[in-house]
């Protein structure tokens, strides 16, 4: 990508919330058959995470509210604040080389550009000011990364590699006029539905899983 084109974002990852990490990172496993890495903390929300490899520049994150940590002075991200039920699939992250740009394309509340830090990687991230992103959560967290590090880079290849990601939303025409200016043909798959929801269809070394 180069700073100012017309497509700035490409998909960086997919996030499991769940009450609680040991039932969301066994759920992701049960789903896709495959084994997490370790995570770590974030401290300016008090959260914790495992991860899980998509490819180079992909991955996979299990997150919920770590019980250990005090409460940050703001709403947490992906709304984790009001999470409640199993652990599911309920956002993706798309990253940018220009954030503040990007927020300028972006819907209203796609949230504040917010410094984050856990070990060595540094990025910054726009956090809306409630935790919930627009669309049902169904707009793309958006995500700017210092340096050379990537999570992606740092995970173990366990074979696992990201086929199609498919949105479900009511007002799936409306939430594709932003995207398609923004990402382009590799944008997800936008569907009508009654109910918001994500879908990722997962090839994994015992076949294609589906994960929601």
């Not at 604040?81 to 819907?107: E, M, Q, S």
Request: proline share 9%.
């Amino acid at each position: 990508m180069i700073l100012g084109d017309s497509n700035p974002l490409e998909l960086d990852h997919l996030a499991i919330c769940a009450a609680n990490l040991s039932d969301g990172v066994a759920y992701a496993e049960d789903c896709l058959g495959v084994a997490l890495s370790p995570g770590g903390e974030h401290v300016q929300m008090g959260t914790h995470n495992q991860l899980l490899s998509l490819g180079p520049s992909t991955y996979l994150e299990v997150i919920a509210i770590n019980p250990d940590a005090p409460p940050p002075a703001r709403a947490r991200w992906f709304e984790l604040d009001r999470f409640c039920g199993p652990p599911r699939l309920t956002n993706w992250v798309a990253r940018a080389d220009d954030l503040a740009a990007a927020i300028v394309k972006a819907p209203a509340g796609s949230g504040d550009i917010v410094a984050l830090k856990r070990g060595d990687l540094r990025w910054q991230m726009a956090v809306p000011k409630n935790g919930r992103l627009p669309f049902n959560g169904l707009f793309p967290g958006l995500i700017s990364w210092g340096g050379p590090v990537h999570p992606a880079t740092q995970l173990k290849d366990v074979g696992c590699r990201l086929l199609s990601l498919d949105l479900y939303h009511p007002d799936a025409e409306t939430l594709r006029g932003y995207l398609e200016p923004m990402m382009g043909a590799d944008r997800p798959n936008l569907r009508h539905s009654t109910q918001a929801r994500i879908e990722a269809l997962v090839s994994t070394p015992t076949g294609e899983r589906l994960i929601s």
